[in-house]
């Protein structure tokens, strides 16, 4: 079989899938794993998801195995289960159990080898959608100090501080207030160790939201544990992570409203071909992005939903897209409030200072989005040194696109507030009305979007408005707000019969209009160009 058709059959293979998950179950989001566990009292590491109840999260296909060792090997997992779910399996206190340290005093302990603690619980939705995060201590993982010290781990400086039991030295502090499950494996001091973790699948028959899995080898005189492989999260509903379901098919739908208005304007630009001005052209084009990208955003979702992997390809493919939509977006509306098409035919060097705005814009949101999604998918340390990091970054970009969107809509409304007024001075009646509704679809474009984020706001703030699966909304609800635009837009500056004609002609003061504000031409002459910049009547800044 040729290259050719071997691409071709990969393509349709790839659209099939998206088109079977519509019809098809669920399996699970798989994600691979790969984390080095430092002998380390000073922190943890943990993974966290989203799950809809019942659903499951499997760890049972980690490898654990120790790094540079000598010819140990051990068939069992030095585990024993015991009781239900909840219990915690432990190993027996045999040659590993804390002891006293030889020459030390009696408040000082030791361990031999490593217990590497797996910790999986809720976290409830009052405090993980909040600003502050929810405090791991009042979940019972960890503790804190009357004067505010607080230790993860079971170290003699913890012990010394009233935290846990020397019984408990070299371990995660688990305290009676955690109603997750725990797991342990013992890795010997000595020699080889490499396995498997066994009963490894926590059941979650209740409770959606976020759940978190911890990993500590909190010894800081074990030894280093590799950990590899794959963990597996399962949702009753499918295979994404819980808050992820409302948006894949909002996703859907929107590809189809984009795909609607793509055909539309297509075929009355292709009917009026003769009659069609440049901005018409950055319209179709605004809209043909806006399909491609939530062609690519569904298709990522509904392939990880069935497979329980992500489609990278298409996941990246829909992030840039979508960034070069919103960035030719702000550039169009620009466009349109310095009267292109209506009271310019050309914007000259002006066009300039748009498109560099614009691919300013884009060139900074795909930094700022590829690095948010880099510094949300590692695998944390609880003192989150290398997500804050990047995470600083990310905001830096997010204020560097604040001031952007700032200069972009100060820009409109000062080029729209100038045209309508030459609009006005010039008794262009029927173009002013246009002009008129385009202001009030931006007005209540602004309105709404302020609206919006204020309720984010309060939403971040102490224990939050929208529950945890129903987060989606917000992001719906920009994406509407930004088609509500569009669209308006798309309305205002539709291929017609006559649209090159009532673009570049003078209306005189004796034309009628219909309720559409399209009116009857009589040609007076051609509308002012860039160069007419000069004129005092005119004046764009």
């Not at 009781?83 to 804390?98: H, K, L, R, V, Y």
């Not at 030295?169 to 020699?191: E, Q, S, W």
């Not at 996703?251 to 009026?272: D, Q």
Request: glycine letters at 10%.
């Amino acid at each position: 079989m040729t290259a050719a058709p071997m691409l071709r059959q990969s393509l349709f293979q790839q659209l099939a899938i998206c088109l079977l998950a519509l019809l098809q179950g669920a399996k699970s989001e798989i994600r691979p794993f790969d984390l080095f566990l430092e002998p380390a009292s000073g922190f943890i590491h943990y993974v966290d998801g989203f799950l809809l109840s019942p659903g499951y999260i499997d760890l049972s296909e980690l490898r654990f195995h120790t790094v540079g060792s000598d010819g140990y090997e051990d068939d069992d997992a030095e585990m024993m289960e015991g009781g239900d779910d909840d219990d915690i399996f432990t190993e027996g206190e045999g040659d590993d159990a804390p002891r006293f340290l030889e020459d030390g005093n009696e408040n000082d302990f030791m361990m031999e080898g490593s217990e590497v603690d797996i910790a999986v619980f809720h976290l409830p939705s009052s405090c993980a959608t909040s600003r502050l995060g929810c405090d791991w201590t009042e979940l019972g993982i960890g503790s804190r100090s009357d004067d505010d010290n607080l230790r993860y781990c079971c170290s003699n400086d913890a012990i010394d501080l009233g935290l846990c039991q020397g019984t408990q030295y070299g371990r995660l502090i688990v305290t009676d207030k955690f109603t997750g499950k725990h797991r342990v494996v013992n890795i010997p001091a000595t020699g080889d160790y490499d396995n498997f973790l066994k009963y490894g699948k926590f059941e979650q028959k209740s409770g959606n939201g976020k759940y978190v899995v911890i990993f500590a080898n909190c010894n800081d005189e074990g030894r280093p544990v590799k950990v590899d492989g794959k963990t597996i999260w399962k949702s009753y509903g499918g295979f994404l992570p819980g808050d992820l379901f409302g948006l894949m098919y909002f996703f859907a739908f929107m590809f189809f409203v984009y795909f609607g208005m793509m055909i539309w304007y297509g075929v009355t630009m292709k009917m009026f071909e003769d009659a069609n001005i440049p901005i018409q052209g950055w319209i179709f084009g605004t809209i043909c992005m806006g399909c491609l990208e939530l062609f690519f955003r569904t298709g990522d979702l509904f392939v990880w939903n069935e497979e329980g992997n992500r489609f990278w390809i298409a996941f990246y493919v829909g992030v840039i897209v979508g960034v070069m939509k919103r960035g030719i977006s702000r550039c169009l509306i620009v466009m349109v409030a310095y009267g292109w098409g209506v009271v310019r035919d050309e914007l000259g060097a002006t066009m300039k200072k748009i498109t560099f705005l614009g691919g300013l814009y884009i060139a900074v949101s795909v930094v700022r989005d590829i690095m948010t999604v880099v510094a949300t998918t590692e695998i944390q340390k609880i003192s989150q040194e290398e997500e804050t990091e990047l995470l600083d970054v990310v905001t830096i970009l997010s204020i560097v696109i604040l001031v952007i969107d700032v200069t972009f809509y100060l820009w409109i409304i000062d080029s729209l507030n100038a045209t309508m007024e030459y609009l006005e001075n010039m008794s262009q009646t029927a173009k002013l009305l246009r002009y008129l509704r385009l202001r009030s679809v931006l007005i209540f474009s602004i309105l709404f979007a302020v609206i919006l984020a204020v309720f984010g706001i309060v939403d971040n703030y102490d224990e939050g408005i929208v529950d945890q699966e129903q987060e989606w909304v917000l992001a719906a609800a920009m994406e509407l707000n930004y088609i509500f635009v569009l669209m308006g837009v798309a309305i205002l500056w539709r291929p017609q019969e006559n649209a090159k004609e009532y673009a570049y002609v003078m209306e005189l003061p004796a034309m009628t209009s219909d309720d559409d504000g399209v009116s009857e031409m009589e040609l007076a002459g051609a509308v002012p160009s860039a160069a007419d910049d000069e004129d005092d009547e005119l004046v764009f800044t």
